[in-house]
């Protein structure tokens, strides 16, 4: 597997990469959080856009987006609006979130944008092109709040993603059981065992399946999430406890 570099950061190297979402309403929330990085083990910054309350402004947008830039320092700044569907805060029409894409890609201030692959539909190589003419990795991203697909379908959805020309795959899932977590990790190593030349993020959410956040480097997701204050999505734990039970782990797999 080739991995992913970002502002020196390789993604797909050595231990899951942490990456921090910043969930404020408003713009003093946002850089409140933001302000905080310093004094975290992160490696990525994730702004997600759909809690702002004035993401529909693109002026307002590329405003904020200067001043996460400014705060993130060396850090990768992922932009993100997950969509209602996929568990995000606000729904949003076809053409807006195509345009929103577009434009924090072409804003010269992110590092990577997140694609939902289901929600871009037929535009997912116009806002590849767009993003990779603006020198920004794209994560092409699926979620799934109503349960956990079979492996084959896990691996599938996996497979077409990378298959699209997007950089990093990613795939979340809402289990039942801890079968269904089992699966989500076997469909995980199945990927990048078999399929994989880049990157791959996988998680099965909520507290049953805490454990894929974990387990990234035995099983092969690249990236895990965690919280500095608010959670972005069901599991995620503070991101200095995440830190440490990384290193327990990477420190003992050598």
Same mark, same amino acid.
């Given at each position: 597997?080739?991995?992913?570099?970002?502002?020196?950061?390789?993604?797909? +190297?050595?231990?899951?990469?942490?990456?921090?979402?910043?969930?404020?309403?408003?713009?003093?929330?946002?850089?409140?959080?933001?302000?905080? !990085?310093?004094? @975290?083990?992160?490696?990525?910054?994730?702004?997600?856009? $759909?809690?702002?309350?004035?993401?529909?402004?693109?002026?307002?947008?590329? *405003?904020?987006?200067?001043?996460?830039?400014?705060?993130?320092?060396? @850090?990768?700044?992922?932009?993100?609006?997950?969509?209602?569907?996929? /568990?995000?805060?606000?729904?949003?029409? /076809?053409?807006?979130?195509? +345009?929103?894409?577009?434009? #924090?890609? *072409?804003?010269? !201030? %992110?590092?990577?944008?997140?694609?939902?692959?289901?929600?871009?539909?037929?535009?997912? *190589?116009?806002?590849?092109?767009?993003?990779? +003419?603006?020198?920004?990795?794209?994560?092409? &991203?699926?979620?799934?709040?109503?349960?956990?697909? &079979?492996?084959?379908?896990?691996?599938?959805?996996?497979?077409?993603?990378?298959?699209?020309?997007? $950089?990093?795959?990613? !795939?979340?899932?809402?289990?039942?059981?801890?079968?269904?977590? @089992?699966?989500?990790?076997?469909?995980?190593?199945?990927?990048?065992? /078999?399929?994989?030349?880049?990157?791959?993020?996988?998680?099965?959410?909520?507290?049953?399946?805490?454990? #894929?956040?974990?387990?990234?480097?035995?099983?092969?997701?690249?990236?895990?999430?965690?919280?500095?204050?608010?959670?972005?999505?069901?599991?995620? %734990?503070?991101?200095?406890? !995440?830190?440490?039970? @990384?290193?327990? %782990?990477?420190?003992?797999? *050598?």
């Amino acid at each position: 597997m080739n991995p992913v570099i970002v502002r020196n950061i390789k993604i797909g +190297e050595g231990r899951p990469k942490i990456c921090v979402p910043l969930v404020g309403a408003t713009e003093k929330e946002i850089l409140g959080q933001a302000a905080e !990085l310093s004094g @975290l083990p992160a490696d990525i910054v994730e702004w997600r856009a $759909d809690w702002f309350e004035e993401v529909f402004d693109l002026v307002r947008v590329n *405003q904020v987006l200067v001043k996460l830039r400014e705060a993130a320092g060396g @850090l990768p700044l992922l932009f993100t609006f997950r969509t209602a569907p996929e /568990g995000g805060e606000k729904p949003i029409s /076809g053409d807006a979130y195509t +345009e929103l894409l577009i434009r #924090s890609a *072409q804003s010269g !201030l %992110i590092d990577l944008v997140d694609i939902e692959y289901f929600t871009v539909g037929e535009d997912m *190589q116009k806002c590849l092109d767009a993003a990779h +003419e603006a020198g920004v990795k794209v994560i092409a &991203s699926s979620h799934d709040f109503g349960g956990t697909p &079979s492996k084959e379908e896990m691996v599938a959805r996996l497979r077409t993603m990378q298959e699209t020309g997007a $950089d990093i795959s990613k !795939l979340a899932v809402m289990p039942r059981s801890t079968k269904d977590v @089992l699966a989500l990790l076997d469909a995980t190593q199945e990927m990048v065992s /078999g399929y994989a030349d880049r990157p791959v993020i996988t998680m099965s959410m909520g507290g049953i399946g805490l454990i #894929s956040r974990l387990c990234g480097e035995e099983f092969g997701s690249s990236v895990t999430f965690g919280a500095a204050k608010r959670v972005s999505a069901p599991g995620q %734990i503070p991101v200095t406890e !995440l830190e440490s039970i @990384l290193k327990t %782990i990477h420190e003992n797999m *050598q």
